[in-house]
């Protein structure tokens, strides 16, 4: 079929469809943090890629945890702690049907992505990478895709091969199929890169890795917030989820796993709560998951990380996803019409992640003429040296947007950066 080319009004009347759809400033109601001012002007929080904002229901539901219910879980007979558990178990099970794991016990609560990458290194990888072996990452992973992996190859003596990006940020599939040998123990790979914003396929990695039997982790941090996530459509093996990138509070997040690999890990913190018995000679391990949680977890932000699956449950997220696009497609386009910026990350597909440099200015001086304007960005390496090392940058000047932004704040980015401009010329 020929696509035709949609007029002015028709792709007007689209972005109009859409604003209707999705009613930010009622949204918006929903973050407290949103309502203050920052050095006297409202607050523009863009900055969510390193953390989201908390909806009023996670804040409540932490609280009533605290003045109601706070006990220790699982080991109690007492009423406190059955509620306890009960909303903590409660809070696996939203988390299994957000990413629709086939079961509960795939799903390891961790304090985040740099935990649940951990976890698998330590109980997966320190068991299965021998010398010689190889794995796989990409060159635009987080560092914890990529240190962990590094210290694992250090130890075994294997070797860590990365799947490079052209200079839009997207990665190269056919430099993927030239890495994947027989060696190759693990394949390591974003939803979404941090720095550059873009959308990886990584249900297509998924295959082309599975097709040599090869497994693959999928750093999620950044996608979970973004995207819809079927962990059993992307067949992947593994998906590590930050709950404070979702909207929960820091300490809290997810590491799935399919069932037959976790029960075949070793336990990664050894502890209370993870055994089955213990004697001086010999200990044996509880099943999954509570073999990957030993001692007292982070009850109250996982019980808040349910309470944020409810609030995405509750809104259309599709239209939310909809609205991101044409927010950060409204900036990327305005963004780049002030001489001196360029846009670092221009893949096809992207979600939220609008990082620049602004000619010689460094990035660290923007961050902080938007801060004297209540704009909260993020400069620096992003923990992703190896993009900066690609793109030839010391470092990025990062919006990152959410749901609840609004163009007006786009907009205060623009004005913003001008100013900038005018400061340094
Ligand atoms: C893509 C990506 N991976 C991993 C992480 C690490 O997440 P956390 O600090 O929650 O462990 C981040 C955090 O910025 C990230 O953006």
Redo the contacts with the bound molecule.
């Keep these: 079929m020929i696509a035709t080319e949609k007029t002015t009004e028709e792709n007007g009347a689209a972005q109009a469809a859409v604003a209707a759809a999705w009613d930010v400033e009622r949204v918006r109601e929903d973050f407290p943090v949103l309502g203050q001012t920052v050095n006297g002007k409202p607050l523009v929080y863009l900055d969510n890629?390193?953390s989201a904002q908390v909806p009023r229901i996670v804040i409540e539901r932490g609280a009533k945890y605290l003045r109601e219910e706070h006990s220790n879980i699982h080991r109690g007979v007492h009423y406190l702690s059955q509620r306890a558990t009960s909303a903590y178990e409660g809070a696996r099970e939203k988390a299994r049907r957000f990413i629709n794991a086939r079961e509960a016990r795939e799903c390891i609560f961790v304090r985040?992505?740099?935990?649940g990458i951990n976890l698998v290194m330590n109980a997966y990888g320190r068991k299965v990478v021998r010398e010689g072996d190889e794995i796989i990452v990409s060159e635009m992973e987080?560092h914890?895709?990529i240190v962990p992996w590094q210290m694992l190859c250090e130890e075994k003596g294997a070797r860590l091969r990365v799947i490079p990006m052209n200079d839009d940020g997207e990665l190269l599939l056919d430099e993927f199929d030239a890495l994947l040998n027989e060696r190759t123990k693990l394949v390591c790979v974003?939803h979404v890169s941090?720095a550059l914003g873009t959308v990886n396929p990584v249900k297509e990695i998924t295959a082309r890795a599975h097709k040599l039997g090869v497994p693959v982790l999928v750093?999620g941090?950044?996608g979970a917030p973004h995207l819809k996530v079927d962990v059993q459509d992307l067949d992947c093996d593994f998906y590590a989820v930050?709950g404070?990138?979702m909207f929960a509070p820091t300490g809290s997040?997810v590491l799935y796993g399919k069932a037959h690999l976790l029960e075949e890990m070793n336990p990664f913190i050894g502890g209370g709560s993870m055994i089955r018995t213990v004697t001086f000679e010999r200990s044996t391990y509880a099943a999954i998951p509570d073999k990957f949680e030993a001692g007292t977890p982070a009850i109250a932000s996982q019980i808040g990380l349910g309470a944020a699956i409810d609030y995405l449950n509750s809104i259309d997220r599709a239209a939310a996803q909809r609205y991101e696009q044409e927010l950060l497609a409204y900036a990327t386009e305005r963004l780049s019409s002030i001489e001196g910026v360029r846009v670092i990350g221009t893949a096809r597909e992207k979600a939220s992640v609008l990082a620049f440099v602004l000619g010689d200015v460094h990035p660290h001086d923007v961050g902080t003429i938007l801060d004297q304007e209540g704009i909260a960005i993020r400069a620096g390496h992003h923990?992703a040296q190896p993009v900066m090392q690609h793109f030839r940058v010391p470092a990025t000047a990062r919006a990152s947007f959410a749901f609840y932004n609004t163009k007006a704040e786009a907009d205060s980015l623009v004005a913003a950066v001008q100013k900038v401009v005018e400061v340094f010329s």
Excluded at 112 to 115: I, L, M, Y
Aim: proline share 0%; hydrophobic share 20%; with cysteine.
């Design positions: 890629a390193a985040g992505v740099t935990e987080h914890s895709n974003g941090n750093d941090a950044q930050s404070h990138k997040g923990c």
